[in-house]
C-alpha cells in the first residue's frame, strides 16, 4: 500500500488542529515521507504574506511539494496521499460514501464539534458565551454517527477509512468541547478502535 | 463519457437549493437518467419521519437507487456521477485540486454566500438583521476565487470539472445574497463560461 510518489513533502500545521492531524496520521499509517512544519494559526501564523503566497485561504494543513505544487483542505491531502492504497475503498459506490462522509464532516460535524472545542477548550470561554446552537448541533452530529456505527466497525467499506481518520479526528477530543461520548456507546467504541488502527494514544478511556 | 450503471436513481431534492442543483447538472450533462422529486426544506420536508429513515442528517440532495442504496452530500453524489468521465481530471493532481476546492465550496464558500443569499433572498432579512461577518467571509471567498482564476479558465485541470460545476451553483446566484461579482471580473466571466459550459441560463448579465 505504499504511495512514495507522493512523499517528500512539507505538511504545513498547527498541532492543536484534528484537521492537521488528518493528513498527518495518513502519511505515518501508509509510510509516506513527510517533513511537518508548526504553524500557529492563533498567532496569525497563517495570516502572513509568505504562507497567504502559498494558500491565498489562509487555512492550515497545507502540503508542499519540492517542485512548487501546493495542496490545500485537510481531506484534500489525506484523499491524495491514499490514492491507491486500503484507505480508499475500491468499491465505487463504497468509496462514494467514504467521500459523502469526508463532506458531512467538514460540514456539520467539525462546524460544531470542533468550533465548540476550540472556544471552550483553547480560548476558555465559558459555556454562557458560547453559541448554544453548538452544542445542539454537535450532539446532532454524534446521534447521526451513533446510527452509522449501529452494527458496523467503520464508516464506510468493511474497514478503516478516511472517513473514519477524519471523523476520528475531532471526536476523540469531543469532550473537551463539553460532548459526553459515553452517550454514545458505539461512538466510544469505533473511537478506540480507531485509535488503536492508527496508533495513536487513546484521548479519553470509555471503560 | 457515459456512466449508465450509476444511472436510474431518485434524486430529491429543493430547487431553490445551489447544492441539490449540481448533482442534477452534473446527471444532465453526462446523460445519467434519474428521477428528480421536490422536496421542499422550509416546509420542513427533510425532517418528517419517512425522510429521515432514508438520510438521518436530514439534508438534501440525497440519491436513492431502486435497491435502497442512498448516498447524501451534493458533492459526493456529483463525484460518484463523474467518476470515469472527463468532469474528473484523470491527472492525480489536478483531480485532487479538483477535490481541494470542492471542501473550500462547502466549508468556507457555501457557509458565507449560500447562507447570506438564503437569509436575505428566501427569508427576506434586512442586511442590519444578518450577521456581518457573512458579508466579509463571502468576499473573501470571491477574493480567493478571483486569485485562483486570474489566467486560468476552470478551476482544476483544463477543462470543466467538478470543481466548478460546484462553484458555481451559489456564486452565479451570489448578487441574491447582496455580492457584487462585477468586482471580481475573472470570476464574472467563468461564471458565465460555466454557465454556458452547462447549458444553464445566465442569472446575471456581466456585459
Chains 1, 2 share one sequence.
Not at 495570516?47 to 497567504?52: C, G, I, M, V
Not at 468550533?115 to 452530529?141: C, M, W
Request: proline letters at 6%; glycine letters at 8%.
Amino acid at each position: 500500500m505504499s504511495a512514495s510518489h507522493y512523499g517528500g513533502f512539507t505538511l504545513y500545521g498547527d498541532p492543536v488542529s484534528g484537521n492537521c492531524l488528518k493528513p498527518r496520521w495518513t502519511a505515518d499509517l501508509l509510510g509516506i515521507p513527510y517533513t511537518w512544519v508548526d504553524v500557529d494559526v492563533v498567532k496569525g501564523e497563517t495570516r502572513t504574506p509568505q504562507f497567504l503566497a502559498m494558500n491565498p485561504a489562509g487555512q492550515v494543513p497545507l502540503a508542499r511539494w519540492p517542485d512548487g505544487r501546493t495542496l490545500p483542505q485537510s481531506n484534500a491531502i489525506m484523499l491524495y496521499l491514499a490514492e491507491g492504497s486500503s484507505l480508499l475503498p475500491s468499491d465505487a459506490f463504497a468509496r462514494a460514501e467514504a467521500l459523502s462522509w469526508l463532506f458531512w464532516e467538514q460540514y456539520s460535524h467539525e462546524t460544531a464539534i470542533a468550533v465548540r472545542r476550540f472556544q471552550k477548550h483553547y480560548l476558555k470561554k465559558s459555556d454562557t458565551e458560547i453559541d448554544p446552537a453548538l452544542l445542539v448541533r454537535g450532539n446532532n452530529a454524534l446521534g447521526v454517527m451513533e446510527q452509522r456505527l449501529t452494527g458496523r466497525d467503520w464508516f464506510a467499506g468493511g474497514a478503516l477509512s478516511v472517513a473514519d481518520i477524519a471523523l476520528v479526528a475531532y471526536t476523540r477530543v469531543a469532550h473537551e468541547g463539553g460532548f459526553d461520548i459515553r452517550l454514545y456507546p458505539a461512538v466510544a467504541r469505533w473511537v478506540s478502535r480507531t485509535e488503536d488502527a492508527l496508533g495513536v494514544p487513546h484521548a479519553q478511556e470509555f471503560v
